[in-house]
């Protein structure tokens, strides 16, 4: 079944400095969304990308999606300790009514 | 309004028995999918409903595992002759529709289940 691989697994950071996730897949994905899921709590959706090179912006987080539609990432911009958390990216397979995840990346932010 | 609500919270069971969970997606909700999460895993699909029907339970790991949404609505996951390895936490999550494309899911605060 389809996989998508997620780098890095973890990352400190310091409060103010950037954090980016990769997320890459082998085959061309039909769009990508992107999760965020808080210690303790569930997954809570962020975005969806669907374009080629899609770029698209919340306050500090960028998400990208790559011109092939097999990669994206997400940069966080001076990080804050709200953005603590494991960010996941998801992509359509199977039937395309599920979504596969990836393994996430999980941030802390030292303050 | 009310987002996606799981019950229980957590359950704790004996190797072998017989549990049932529960979830109610947000109202109005057509597509409703189950996901398994291990620690420091990303959910893992079990099942998709669309409506009452099962449209896609390729996820779900054997036969121990089963899934029901009778009305439409609520739906419940059984898992029979519980194993140890099926400790995890089991997130549901609802959708207003399910068509060719994934759209975006809202998911409920899942239960932890742990088989001892």
């Known amino acids: 079944g389809q996989q998508v691989m997620q780098i890095p697994q973890y990352q400190h950071v310091q409060e103010g400095e950037d954090f980016t996730t990769y997320c890459n897949s082998s085959?061309?994905?039909?769009?990508i969304q992107w999760y965020k899921q808080r210690p303790g709590g569930h997954p809570v959706f962020l975005i969806q990308l669907v374009k080629s090179g899609e770029v698209k912006k919340q306050k500090r987080l960028t998400f990208q999606f790559g011109e092939a539609k097999k990669n994206s990432s997400l940069h966080i911009t001076a990080t804050q300790t709200t953005d603590v958390g494991t960010y996941f990216c998801?992509?359509?397979?199977?039937?395309?009514?599920?979504?596969?995840f990836g393994s996430g990346t999980q941030l802390t932010v030292l303050p | 309004g009310a987002g996606v609500s799981q019950t229980p919270s957590n359950k704790v069971t004996e190797k072998g028995k017989y549990v049932e969970l529960r979830c109610d997606p947000i109202s109005g909700h057509t597509a409703l999918y189950w996901y398994r999460q291990s620690l420091g895993q990303g959910p893992e699909f079990l099942i998709y409903f669309q409506g009452t029907g099962a449209a896609d339970d390729s996820g779900l790991p054997n036969d121990r595992f089963f899934a029901v949404r009778p009305e439409g609505s609520v739906s419940t996951l059984k898992i029979q002759r519980t194993e140890r390895g099926d400790s995890a936490v089991y997130l549901c999550a609802s959708s207003p529709r399910g068509s060719g494309r994934a759209n975006e899911q809202f998911f409920g605060p899942g239960t932890r289940l742990t088989v001892l």
């Open positions: 998801a992509a359509p397979s199977g039937s395309a009514r599920q979504l596969t």
């Open positions: 085959t061309t994905l039909s769009n």
